[in-house]
């Protein structure tokens, strides 16, 4: 009876391994009937159809050419992009953070695009942010897919009960709104504006209100500039907005917890984040509206960080021509109209509309376009800095002149 | 004769046990059955009372789900069936035999287990692409080999070195040949080793991540972590409640397989064998 | 085994012990047969990993970025990454903290795990069947999904966590950041680690305690032996490869371990100061796409890990030999 059991065992083993083996197939190699597209899951949940239609185009364009588009995750997709450039097997079109551009483009990651540029569709348009995140050299590697801006979401009702009849125009404005706000919420971690503690992207939009900066070229060399007195100002100022709006834990990061959890929970009567925020604020949808964050100056507004993908061709393609042709389909004008309804801001200044979204980008900030500036981020070089500002371990200036050297040493980098 | 503590007090001392290591298990397939307002409500819902099923129907929905399962199954069962296999001879030799390169092959075991696998990430993607193995189930199969088969090997080992050779030897002069000492004998009682690195070999293949992820492109041809992983890998909104039903759907096949096999763990196997 | 012939003939050529090759073996004696047990094994892992260890080691005296990864070409610098890596303060420190998270695991597994095997043992059999399909249900949670519904559990804006111990009137512990010093943050990640490696432990353990024979248990407890002395002198020798296997295992996968600290600390409070070795590989190595560097640290943790469990390890090869 065993030795029945451990013959049809191994059968068994023999027959999946077969089974494997044929639905495995060959390996397909990159060859004119088809180009590799890799976008982030974002395309898969939030526009499949523009994905489908621009696809349908294509290969209507290019008889005999299909497209296979491969989902990836913003977590681990530049760990596979390294692996396929290692090994082989890599994409024709990749879509890359505009963040995480520079440290591709000056290893020679990509395809040289320039004498192509003037076949996109308003590419003589592009938003400045988004374009110089594809430029290295005075080359341009990346097309601008599409951007975000950072707008405050807020529920109307809170407001309104608390007496608030403008929107604040100042930070200072909000401030005193924040007191009114907490007089009408008293639950303990009630917060009148939601921010994070080491948010470092609405705590550099301060810096920069304030005429600051994270760090500089001059004659080739990185200068930081957190030490800055004017970039010390815009420290001090959100160290103050911070103790007086927000009640969220002082050293986590602005997904540990999702703000829009926080304020679904009805602790919070307005948040800083991404403009799609109020798509999962459930028992509030009807009573939350979205305004632009103030500056500091009256009827200015904070500057916002412009996050957003671009697409470029990895140099190991064997099918740049194409790979181009596809992205010119997925950026055309009415591509890029497509995008924007669906809540995203276009790649280009003509096209831009007046949602809250977009009005936001109108005063950006976007981070130094140096090779080693992802090891600053993933160092969490600014999230420290911030964490000892709010917790009180170290002075503003204490902390801003540690992280301003922190941050020249690291770009400096060979 | 002494006074031994009833067996009503272990039991409820088990249940306690059960209660506080299944907690976060419980918590997950509570929230797969929530709408989605208690997910994120102030006041934790212990058990939903209005539980909906809509999670499960998102999740199975999602595309490729049950094609990603298939390819699961098919990539565990034969990874599995064949590291035992292969890892059990690997054993008897390690444990009823010595032989010249004995200690190499036991630091070769061992060695393997102490690499760290972020190390071996893009090594083992380029060795693979040399032989046409990416994007396909049998180059992920051989991965997971590589890294079941020591821990099974040295797993196995300690279990046949647990089983006197005398019981062996006495089976022998009474006259069986060493496949019936096998068969009759050593099988038997490593019934329960044999089980035990199943189910491991069994649970690491069945979750294991990142190298399905980079060694398979076509979500037809992924595994089911992978298609878990689309779940939370969007820089948007993580539909929480899709993402624990999905979770506990994969769990299944996992408690399934345990089910089958826990019987052979049993006491008296040995007294048996002892006996018999 | 009068019919035994042809299944055994069958059996035999699946187990590699057909009667051609018994009688090759037998002509070039026992000394064949061990060799031919192993082979799968050996081929095996010589096919998948035998390029990648050499790659890996020619890597640790390269200096081979992105750049020279998209080039398929390195540039040799001898022992330089090995200088740069042991000179770094990162490292010493590093390692001094993953040795004691490593104890401090590893210490608690072992413990816990043989504490709950004894329990399964003593429990009536519904119980038993409970007991070991929570474990098992436990150990089947994707470690990704089991890291989230941590993280929500000890959520600073009011997760499980938080309520019932302010319900419990423990103290107040509304908004209590349980990820905010770095004990803290390992203490919850050991907690997570341990609480996943139970399953697994108590389980083998629980199967080691099924190989001791009933009648020497029985034979014990007529003699009037305690609890204890039946432990220690019969249930622990016999269980003894399996506790060191255990043990030797642990070791190297908590000295190891990446994903839970990762994600349950998350990314963005990982610092220097709370670095653990895998995490310091991780982040020197990949993040910043240092390939050489990551080949020498992974090397290195290779030996360290090594050292830490070759008395373990030393121990259960001896046993082999003494049998």
């Known amino acids: 009876m065993k030795r029945r059991s451990i013959v049809a065992v191994c059968l068994a083993a023999l027959v999946a391994a077969a089974l494997a083996a044929t639905t495995s197939g060959a390996t397909k190699k990159a060859t004119a009937a088809s180009i590799t597209v890799w976008l982030q899951t974002d395309a898969q949940s939030g526009w499949p159809d523009l994905v489908a239609s621009v696809n349908q185009k294509f290969q209507s364009d290019h008889p005999g050419v299909s497209v296979n588009v491969q989902y990836q995750s913003w977590g681990d997709h530049l760990q596979k992009f390294d692996a396929t450039l290692a090994g082989g097997g890599g994409p024709d079109v990749i879509e890359m953070g505009n963040t995480e551009m520079t440290k591709y483009m000056a290893a020679g990651a990509f395809a040289d695009l320039t004498s192509a540029k003037g076949q996109f569709d308003n590419s003589a348009n592009w938003l400045s942010g988004l374009a110089k995140s594809g430029r290295y050299g005075g080359k341009t590697y990346g097309v601008p897919y599409y951007a975000g801006s950072r707008v405050i979401t807020y529920r109307t009702d809170l407001f309104k009960k608390a007496g608030i009849k403008k929107l604040p125009s100042s930070t200072a404005q909000y401030v005193a709104d924040a007191q009114r706000l907490l007089a009408q919420n008293k639950k303990k971690g009630f917060s009148p504006l939601y921010i994070a503690g080491t948010d470092w992207y609405v705590a550099m939009g301060f810096v920069f209100d304030y005429g600051g900066g994270i760090a500089t070229q001059v004659s080739g060399k990185w200068k930081g500039l957190l030490a800055s007195p004017k970039s010390i100002a815009g420290l001090t100022a959100f160290k103050n907005f911070f103790t007086s709006v927000s009640r969220a834990s002082k050293t986590t990061d602005e997904t540990h917890p999702n703000p829009y959890d926080v304020y679904a929970q009805g602790q919070a009567a307005s948040m800083v984040g991404p403009s799609w925020f109020s798509c999962c604020v459930k028992p509030y949808s009807a009573q939350t509206a979205q305004f632009v964050m103030p500056g500091h100056v009256a009827g200015t507004s904070m500057p916002g960080f412009l996050g957003g993908s671009d697409l470029a061709v990895p140099v190991t393609s064997s099918n740049k021509a194409l790979a181009i042709d596809w992205i010119k389909d997925f950026t055309s004008t009415s591509s890029e109209k497509t995008l924007q309804a669906k809540g995203n801001i276009p790649n280009a200044t003509n096209l831009l509309g007046t949602t809250v979204n977009e009005r936001a980008a109108a005063r950006s900030w976007f981070v130094p376009t140096a090779k080693h500036w992802v090891d600053v981020e993933n160092g969490n070089i600014l999230r420290n800095m911030l964490a000892q500002i709010l917790t009180g371990k170290l002075s503003v200036k204490q902390a801003a002149q540690s992280a301003s050297d922190n941050i020249a040493s690291v770009l400096n980098q060979p | ?276 | 085994m009068a019919d035994g012939g042809s299944t055994a003939a069958a059996a035999g050529t699946l187990l590699g012990t057909s009667r051609r090759r018994r009688s090759a073996a037998a002509r070039l004696g026992r000394g064949a047969v061990p060799y031919a047990l192993i082979a799968p094994v050996v081929l095996t892992i010589a096919l998948i990993l035998g390029y990648p260890l050499y790659f890996l080691v020619r890597l640790s005296l390269q200096r081979y970025g992105l750049f020279e990864l998209i080039r398929h070409q390195g540039v040799d610098i001898g022992l330089a990454n090995y200088r740069s890596v042991l000179h770094d303060q990162i490292f010493w420190h590093t390692l001094l903290r993953t040795v004691v998270f490593t104890a401090a695991n590893v210490g608690l597994t072992m413990v816990l795990g043989m504490l709950i095997a004894l329990l399964l043992a003593r429990v009536s059999g519904p119980v038993r069947i409970l007991l070991s399909s929570g474990l098992v249900l436990v150990w089947s949670m994707p470690v990704v999904v089991a890291v989230q519904v941590w993280a929500w559990m000890t959520s600073y804006e009011n997760g499980v966590v938080n309520y019932v111990l302010t319900e419990l009137h423990v103290g107040d512990y509304t908004q209590h950041e349980w990820y905010g010093s770095t004990f803290s943050q390992l203490s919850m990640v050991t907690l997570l680690i341990v609480w996943g490696a139970l399953p697994f432990v108590a389980i083998t353990l629980y199967a080691g305690l099924a190989q001791v024979p009933n009648d020497l248990l029985e034979a014990a407890a007529v003699d009037g032996a305690a609890g204890w002395r039946v432990f220690r002198d019969i249930t622990l020798p016999i269980l003894r490869p399996i506790l060191l296997i255990l043990t030797s295992l642990s070791i190297i996968w908590d000295f190891g371990v990446f994903t839970q600290p990762y994600l349950l600390i998350g990314q963005s409070k990982i610092t220097p100061g709370n670095f653990l070795m895998s995490i310091y590989l991780f982040e020197d190595g990949y993040f910043k796409s240092d390939y050489g560097r990551g080949a020498t640290i992974s090397l290195l943790m290779l030996v360290i890990v090594g050292v830490l469990s070759v008395v373990y390890v030393r121990r259960m090869v001896r046993i082999g030999v003494e049998t």
């Open chain 2, 1 to 276: 004769m002494r006074t031994r503590t009833p067996r009503l007090v272990w039991d409820a001392v088990g249940v306690a046990v059960f209660v506080v290591m299944v907690f976060p298990v419980f918590w997950m397939i509570s929230t797969a059955f929530k709408p989605n307002e208690q997910i994120v409500s102030l006041t934790p819902t212990w058990i939903p009372l209005h539980p909906t099923l809509q999670h499960f129907r998102d999740a199975i929905h999602r595309p490729y789900f049950w094609v990603d399962v298939k390819n699961s199954l098919i990539i565990v069962s034969v990874a599995v069936a064949l590291s035992i296999a292969l890892a059990f001879l690997a054993a008897i030799a390690l444990a009823r035999f010595g032989f010249a390169g004995r200690k190499l092959f036991i630091v070769l075991v061992i060695g393997i287990q102490m690499l760290p696998q972020a190390g071996l990430i893009i090594p083992l993607y380029v060795v693979l692409a040399r032989y046409h193995q990416v994007n396909t189930l049998s180059g992920v199969i051989l991965t997971y080999l590589t890294f079941v088969l020591p821990f099974s090997v040295w797993t196995l080992r300690g279990f046949l070195l647990g089983i006197p050779k005398e019981l062996e030897e006495a089976a022998m002069v009474d006259g069986s040949t060493r496949l019936g000492v096998f068969v009759k004998i050593l099988l038997p009682l490593m019934g329960p080793g044999l089980v035990a690195t199943s189910v491991f070999a069994f649970i690491t293949t069945w979750n294991e991540y990142i190298f399905a992820r980079i060694l398979l492109n076509d979500q037809s041809k992924q595994t089911v972590t992978v298609w878990l992983s689309y779940f939370y890998g969007t820089s948007r909104h993580t539909d929480w409640g899709a993402l624990m039903a999905a979770s506990t759907l994969t769990a299944v096949p996992v408690v399934v397989f345990f089910l089958l096999v826990q019987r052979r763990i049993a006491f008296g196997l040995t007294s048996g064998a002892v006996r018999g």
